[in-house]
């Protein structure tokens, strides 16, 4: 099975300030990699998928790279509504989520 | 515009079972597939299954392999996840969520998600 890890677990950051997640896959995921973002109490909202595109309709300071099994997630300006936890998933496989980084804002 | 209505949820205890339904409109439901994810209170996200827009195929996280049957009904537009003897660590908020494209597990509509809670 595909095992999925992120980092940093948390954050905190300023409005305006660049912010970058790593996903890292325990085998290459051929850039099946996705990114969500969940705010407390309501469904992930889907930002990133093959870990470059952006979703229809989602800010341009998010942004998606990376290949193998190393990708990174960034918000280029963040912005007060940008405080939530973000999760990678992968569907190299059955989907596999990762843990979360939760992003706050100082 | 696509909605995804999830019910069903409620307490149960442990042994028993439970049939989460989840009411699909604004879109034509038998060209998607479909999947349910779960979240265990201030936990992360876990995928728990998916079948195909046809009923054809279907497939389950590791966790609820011969526990839970993920099924649907195109002609109501509704998913079906059947949870039998159930336990404790399946407390949790139970997503349906529609994949993007045909076999791209990525998720762009869910619904908002029914809890259930398994105690005595």
């Known amino acids: 099975d595909i095992q999925m890890t992120q980092s940093p677990s948390s954050l905190s950051a300023s409005v305006g300030d660049r912010v970058t997640i790593t996903c890292q896959a325990s085998q290459d995921i051929n850039n099946f990699l996705n990114w969500y973002q969940q705010k407390p109490g309501k469904a992930p909202n889907l930002l990133i998928y093959d870990a470059s595109i952006l979703e229809t309709g989602v800010p341009s300071r998010f942004s998606g790279s990376g290949s193998g099994t190393d990708y990174n997630f960034t918000i280029s300006s963040l912005q007060p509504e940008d405080a939530a936890t973000y999760y990678c998933?992968?569907?190299?496989?059955?989907?596999?989520f990762g843990p979360g980084t939760k992003v706050d804002i100082k | 515009q696509v909605q995804l209505v999830e019910s069903g949820g409620g307490v149960v205890q442990p042994g028993r079972s439970l049939r989460l339904s989840c009411a699909a409109s604004?879109?034509?439901?038998?060209?998607?597939?479909m999947h349910w994810v779960r979240q265990a209170p201030g936990k992360g996200l876990e995928w728990l299954a998916v079948i195909w827009y046809d009923g054809s195929n279907k497939y389950y996280a590791d966790s609820v392999k011969g526990r839970f049957t993920i099924s649907r009904d195109n002609s109501k537009s509704t998913l079906y996840l059947q949870l039998n003897n159930l336990r404790a660590e399946d407390t949790a908020v139970y997503f349906c969520?529609?994949?993007?494209?045909?076999?791209?597990?990525?998720?762009?509509?869910w619904g908002q998600g029914t809890l259930v809670t398994v105690s005595s």
């Open positions: 604004g879109f034509t439901f038998s060209t998607y597939g």
């Open positions: 969520a529609r994949e993007k494209l045909a076999a791209a597990y990525y998720f762009d509509y």
């Open positions: 998933q992968q569907y190299d496989d059955l989907p596999v």
